[in-house]
């Protein structure tokens, strides 16, 4: 099979908390090209991934440090981000 893309992936907040690691660098499956199909790829791993990343959760993605929706389109060499809302007052 061929490999896709390389990219590095970065955890925020309780997100990190949950699966234990701030970063992994991850070669996909050619057929994970959105930010979207990073995250079902992540849930298909099981146990605390799918858990922590399941659809049922409000999480935030941001693609090359900005804030993006799942429709995102993913590059080579490039960050993905997942972290839970930021609230404040």
Do not use: K
Request: glycine share 12%.
């Amino acid at each position: 099979m061929t490999a896709g893309f390389t990219i590095q992936l970065r955890f925020f907040a309780s997100v990190r908390e949950q699966l234990g690691c701030s970063e992994q660098t991850v070669t996909l499956p050619p057929e994970v090209v959105t930010v979207g199909q990073v995250r079902q790829w992540l849930i298909g791993r099981g146990g605390v991934w799918a858990v922590t990343l399941a659809q049922g959760r409000n999480l935030r993605a941001a693609y090359q440090q900005e804030m993006c929706d799942e429709s995102v389109e993913i590059a080579d060499g490039h960050e993905v981000a997942f972290f839970p809302p930021v609230t404040g007052g």
